[in-house]
């Protein structure tokens, strides 16, 4: 049975914002979640060479 296509590996909190680290198991693209208040958004994370940061589905 699969139990969902993302997976979330990190949360920090830091007064009213939400900060989550969103992994999608099928591509392994690491995604940056921000809630705070009313708005959020959501990006994938870049490596410092401006890819994005992937993870393998064996560390998911």
Do not use: C, H, W
């Not at 959020?40 to 560390?59: F, H, N, Q, V, Y």
């Amino acid at each position: 049975m699969r139990t969902g296509r993302f997976e979330i590996v990190e949360t920090q909190n830091s007064f009213s914002r939400n900060f989550q680290v969103i992994v999608d198991k099928e591509t392994g693209v690491n995604y940056l979640f921000i809630l705070e208040g009313y708005g959020a958004g959501l990006t994938p994370l870049l490596g410092a060479d401006g890819k994005p940061i992937i993870t393998r589905k064996s560390e998911v």
